[in-house]
T-cell receptor
Framework: AQKVTQAQTEISVVEKEDVTLDCVYE???????LFWYKQPPSGELVFLIR??????QNEISGRYSWNFQKSTSSFNFTITASQVVDSAVYFC???????????FGAGTRLTVKP | KAGVTQTPRYLIKTRGQQVTLSCSPI?????VSWYQQTPGQGLQFLFE???????NKGNFPGRFSGRQFSNSRSEMNVSTLELGDSALYLC?????????????FGNGTRLTVT
C-alpha cells in the first residue's frame, strides 16, 4: 500500500526562522516519485519539487531545500529564513512509476508571523 | 500557457440533486485526475482519465463518475448528492500521465450540499 504521513498538523514560526516540514512514506515499489506541493489560501496546489526513488541527492532552490533519505523513507522540506508569503498548507505526495494515482499526506499548515 | 481551468468556482446544491463539474487541462496534457479535498479526509483520489479512458479509480461510490472528451477536457458528475459530498473538488492535468509527470492543479470547485 502507498501511504504518506505528515505528522505535523500545524507549525507556527516567526519571520526569518528556519522551519522543517517532515514527510514519511510507505511503498513496496522500487521505483516511485515523491513530490511537494504548496496550497496557499487561494486553494490551488502549486508544484514545488519532484524526486525519483533513485536520486537521493539533496536539492536546494533559493530558500527551499529538500532532504531525501531512503533508509528512513523520509523526504523532508526545509524553508530557510521564512517569510510571511510562505504561509500555506504544504503537502507531500507519493506516486507510482506508471500512473498518476498520487497519494497525498494530510498536509502541514505553516503560519509565518511577521 | 493557460493553466488548468475549473468551472464553476462555487456551487450550492440540495441533497438528492446531481451536479456536473468541468475541467479544461493545460494544452497538450492528456491526463486529467480528480481529487476531493475535505478537512477531515484531506486530499483523496477520485479517478484519472487518459485519452478518454478511465485508467484509475479511487475508493468512491458509483455516484461519482467522470468522462474525458477528445480534446482532453473532463467532466465529473456526482448524482444523488449527500451532505458529506460538500468539499473542494480539484482537477489536475499532467503531460504524460506517468508517475514522474507532476500534476498541475486548477483552483477547484467548492461544492456545498445543503
Amino acid at each position: 500500500a502507498q501511504k504518506v504521513t505528515q505528522a505535523q498538523t500545524e507549525i507556527s514560526v516567526v519571520e526569518k526562522e528556519d522551519v522543517t516540514l517532515d514527510c514519511v512514506y510507505e511503498t513496496r515499489d522500487t521505483t516511485y516519485y515523491l513530490f511537494w506541493y504548496k496550497q496557499p489560501p487561494s486553494g490551488e496546489l502549486v508544484f514545488l519539487i519532484r524526486r525519483n526513488s533513485f536520486d537521493e541527492q539533496n536539492e536546494i532552490s533559493g530558500r527551499y531545500s529538500w532532504n531525501f533519505q531512503k533508509s528512513t523513507s523520509s523526504f523532508n522540506f526545509t524553508i530557510t529564513a521564512s517569510q510571511v508569503v510562505d504561509s500555506a498548507v504544504y503537502f507531500c505526495a507519493l506516486s507510482r512509476s506508471y500512473n498518476n494515482d498520487m497519494r497525498f499526506g494530510a498536509g502541514t499548515r505553516l503560519t509565518v508571523k511577521p | 500557457k493557460a493553466g488548468v481551468t475549473q468551472t464553476p468556482r462555487y456551487l450550492i446544491k440540495t441533497r438528492g440533486q446531481q451536479v456536473t463539474l468541468s475541467c479544461s487541462p493545460i494544452s497538450g496534457h492528456r491526463s486529467v485526475s480528480w481529487y476531493q479535498q475535505t478537512p477531515g479526509q484531506g486530499l483523496q483520489f477520485l479517478f484519472e482519465y487518459f485519452s478518454e479512458t478511465q485508467r484509475n479509480k479511487g475508493n468512491f461510490p458509483g455516484r461519482f463518475s467522470g468522462r474525458q472528451f477528445s480534446n482532453s477536457r473532463s467532466e465529473m458528475n456526482v448524482s444523488t448528492l449527500e451532505l458529506g459530498d460538500s468539499a473542494l473538488y480539484l482537477c489536475a492535468s499532467s503531460l504524460k500521465g506517468t508517475g514522474d509527470s507532476p500534476l498541475h492543479f486548477g483552483n477547484g470547485t467548492r461544492l456545498t450540499v445543503t
